[in-house]
């Protein structure tokens, strides 16, 4: 046993008197290559991790480097470098030495590429040029790794996203020839066959009737195979209220080509939800809100709510039944709305009853409505009045925005028109008119500008009998800020009310610091009034905060209102439950 001890003990000492040391690497090469070789050699890789290593290790780990930086290169289209590495001890430590020349880099001299499979047919010869195109490493670019893997995906791309998601490459060769530093590339791309739709294959639907995954779909059978028509029959299901999750998918097998079943996996959402939510923001003050939904009622699909909503300014209370949407696209609702505010002096109390029918294609959202509504109207001991008007509607919408919280291109268009008839259960004939405009303009890496139009206008002989809600007042958050919300009308002792003509404006500059917060500066206009000739435009200037959060963006203004020689701040924040 002592004989094992001392063996053991000597193996230790032997091992520990063996010479190891710190490594460091330098890379003497050009700056575009520089940088690649230093990341990914192994012995850069240990000197980084601060490994201490043996002669021996050491030995190893520069021959393995030498052949890396050697493989690395040729990734980048240097097919004859040279490459010297030297050793050298500076007291305990080596320093490890490595310098490159890459020579002459290989250049492409040809691109081949044929087509096989379905895509040949005649009428196919506009999307061959499109892959084509796609193809992006061209003639006399350096032939890189990187940019030959790149440029394959993209000649395959337009067909897999059109026809042919079977596409592949059969066959791909780049042909070094060191002498002439040149490659020629040779592509050969099978499209397999086209591909048609055919029918939905639904999996995850226990609580709701299959028919509102079928009467969402965009899809017919026999139609042609179009990967965007998937994505888009995804977003509406994920929009519809119904699920938590989707999914539309196909399976790219050659032999169900000419009937290819569509394939849907959805997680449904529970049958009944109650919420509620807090929030406050300085148009209509500290806000409750509570609301009830049922999905399912009378086992149709049909969605029962209830809402109520407490603000320091304004109550609400709403009831709405809403059918799932039909074949035709349409989503059609009964509504009824008890509303009472006081903002500005003017006290409404309202009454609503409303019929919609919604209709949504692409970024177009088109909504036509019958609405009943009565008012009591009090400013004051100025006016007291009765309002009722059975108004026909219809509302316009185009969005380009995505759903990004934040938009830094596109637009949001809106334009509504609808009225009354004096003879039809309403106090006065009237026609409303109104187009709000919102561009959004990329402004550097990390801005954005926005301008932002409306104009609105009520044709009718008096605004006598015409609820507020057909009629307009300026100010506040989205209006003019350094203003009041609301307080931009007729003034009237006790009060301001709502008038017939409307216009406003803003330019607003954000800028974000590379996370979630960001800075803004903006220049509000605009007025409400009686007669277009009386709008007389106030001004608003300011600065803000802005926040990207989780649930929505979060705006701190502080503006300053140039006819009331005041600042204001506006803000809002609210939190669901």
């Not at 040149?182 to 609580?207: E, H, K, N, T």
């Not at 709701?208 to 899809?219: D, H, M, T």
């Not at 919408?397 to 028109?417: C, D, E």
Request: hydrophobic share 40%; glycine share 8%.
């Amino acid at each position: 046993m002592f004989t094992r001890f001392s063996n053991a003990l000597l193996l230790l000492v032997s091992l520990c008197a063996m010479p190891a040391h710190a490594l460091t690497v330098e890379v003497d090469a050009p700056d575009e290559i520089k940088a690649l070789l230093t990341q990914h050699l192994e012995a850069a890789r240990a000197a980084r991790l601060g490994e201490v290593l043996d002669e021996a290790e050491l030995a190893r780990l520069r021959s393995v480097s030498a052949g890396t930086a050697r493989e690395l290169l040729e990734t980048e289209g240097y097919f004859s470098p040279r490459i010297d590495s030297s050793l050298a001890q500076t007291g305990e430590n080596w320093l490890l030495r490595y310098t490159v020349t890459p020579g002459p880099r290989t250049l492409v001299r040809s691109v081949k590429i044929e087509f096989v499979g379905a895509i040949v047919d005649a009428d196919e010869a506009r999307l061959r040029m499109r892959a084509e195109r796609g193809f992006t490493l061209l003639p006399e670019m350096p032939f890189r790794q990187a940019d030959w893997s790149a440029a394959k995906v993209a000649l395959l791309r337009p067909l897999l996203t059109t026809r042919y998601p079977a596409a592949r490459l059969a066959a791909s060769e780049a042909r070094i020839d060191p002498e002439a530093r040149a490659a020629d590339l040779m592509l050969a791309v099978d499209s397999g066959p086209a591909f048609f739709y055919g029918d939905l294959l639904i999996s995850g639907s226990q609580r709701y009737p299959e028919s509102i995954i079928r009467n969402l779909s965009p899809l017919k059978p026999g139609q042609p195979y179009r990967q965007q028509d998937l994505l888009d029959y995804q977003s509406a299901l994920d929009t519809s209220d119904y699920f938590v999750q989707a999914t539309v998918r196909i399976d790219p097998d050659s032999a169900l080509a000419e009937a290819v079943p569509i394939q849907i996996d959805v997680v449904e959402r529970p049958e009944k939800m109650f919420s509620v939510g807090a929030g406050i923001s300085t148009e209509t003050g500290a806000r409750m809100q509570a609301s009830w939904l049922h999905r399912d009622m009378f086992d149709r699909g049909m969605r029962f709510k209830l809402d109520a909503r407490l603000e320091s300014t304004r109550q609400t209370g709403a009831a709405e039944l809403a059918w799932p949407r039909t074949t035709r696209g349409y989503e059609n609702s009964l509504g009824l709305l008890l509303k009472q505010e006081d903002i500005e002096g003017q006290e409404t109390r309202s009454t609503v009853l409303v019929g919609k029918r919604t209709r949504t294609r692409g970024q177009i959202d088109a909504t036509q409505s019958l609405q009943y509504q009565t008012e009591e109207q009090d400013i004051g001991d100025v006016v007291s009045e009765r309002n009722r008007a059975l108004t026909a509607n219809y509302a316009w919408t185009q969005r380009t925005v995505g759903r990004a919280f934040y938009p830094r291109r596109g637009h949001v268009l809106t334009l509504q028109g609808g009225g009354a008839l004096e003879s039809v259960l309403s106090d006065t004939t009237f026609a409303r008119l109104y187009g709000r405009h919102t561009q959004y303009f990329p402004a550097g890496e990390n801005g954005r500008l926005i301008l932002r139009g409306e104009l609105g206008s009520v044709l009718a002989d008096t605004r006598d009998g015409i609820p507020t809600d057909f009629l307009f007042r300026a100010g506040g958050d989205n209006s003019v800020r350094g203003y009041a919300y609301q307080s931009l009308g007729r003034s009237l002792t006790g009060g301001v009310e709502s008038v017939r003509y409307l216009a406003t404006g803003s330019v607003e500059y954000n800028h974000f610091f590379g996370g979630n917060w960001g800075v803004a500066v903006f220049v509000d206009a605009g007025d409400a009034a009686d007669r277009p000739d009386k709008l007389s435009p106030v001004f608003g200037y300011g600065v803000g905060a802005r926040y990207r959060s989780p649930v929505g963006p979060i705006n701190f203004d502080l503006a300053y209102g140039e006819a009331t020689d005041e600042f204001r701040l506006h803000f809002s924040l609210g939190v669901s439950f």
